[in-house]
């Protein structure tokens, strides 16, 4: 079974420029979750989607970050325009329900220069 | 407020020597405990997890953790460690049940030295 995989692994972009990072959950897990770790900080939660639907956003930093699961599979997380405090690494995570154990990806880092 | 505290962030120990991660919460409300480890270049992985029952869980590899209600704590630690446990650990809380919207620790990188 193939876990979680994100594109790409690593991204550098300028300030005010638009990057997307994609993660792929576990075939069959309909929870999936954004996290995103700043440098030296703790790895914070960002969203949690079932299926298709946002069921929790409470962590989005603000309205440059729009995530979206269209037909319940891959998501993205597009960061428009990107500021110099977006650098940092972004986990994607799947479950199968929102009680089952999170399988992470390896995550995309995320420079902003 | 609900919150994770790893008080150290980088731990040296030289290999087969004993080892401890400490972690703690606040919280209010009834918790659910993990500790997530990080090898080089890959994903977080579950290392293990208190739920409910016996507060002392174990992985499968040599590590455990002791769920400490009145100190609130759930250190991690291991009698002997190997080279490949050199990893970052993060300490994790689910103040809301079950695994959803996981509150993590700062981590703690875990140099094993040969």
């Known amino acids: 079974e193939a876990g979680v995989t994100q594109f790409p692994s690593h991204s550098v972009i300028e300030k005010g420029q638009t990057v997307t990072l994609r993660c792929d959950p576990i075939?069959?897990?309909?929870?999936l979750y954004w996290y995103r770790r700043v440098m030296g900080k703790e790895i914070k939660f960002l969203l949690h989607?079932?299926?298709?639907?946002?069921?929790?956003e409470s962590g989005m930093p603000n309205n440059r970050f729009l995530a979206e699961r269209t037909g319940g599979t891959y998501s993205t997380l597009k960061v428009q325009p990107a500021e110099l405090e977006d650098s940092g690494v972004y986990f994607c995570?799947?479950?199968?329900?929102?009680?089952?154990?999170?399988?992470f990806g390896p995550g995309t880092r995320l420079t902003v220069t | 407020a609900q919150s994770v505290t790893q008080l150290d962030s980088q731990v040296p120990v030289f290999e087969e020597a004993p080892v401890e991660l400490r972690c703690n919460y606040s919280?209010?409300?009834?918790?659910?405990l993990f500790w997530y480890v990080q090898y080089p270049n890959q994903g977080l992985q579950l290392l293990l997890k208190?739920?409910?029952?016996?507060?002392l869980v174990e992985s499968i590899n040599g590590f455990e953790a002791e769920f400490n209600k009145s100190q609130t704590s759930f250190h991690l630690r291991k009698p002997s460690v190997h080279i490949s446990d050199t990893a970052e650990y993060f300490c994790?809380?689910?103040?809301?049940?079950?695994?959803?919207?996981?509150?993590f620790g700062i981590g703690t990188k875990l140099q094993v030295i040969p």
């Open positions: 075939s069959g897990h309909d929870n």
């Open positions: 919280s209010s409300v009834s918790v659910y």
């Open positions: 208190y739920l409910s029952g016996s507060t």
């Open positions: 995570a799947s479950s199968r329900t929102g009680w089952d154990e999170q399988y």
């Open positions: 994790a809380v689910s103040f809301s049940g079950g695994y959803q919207k996981v509150t």
């Open positions: 989607f079932v299926k298709e639907s946002k069921q929790d």
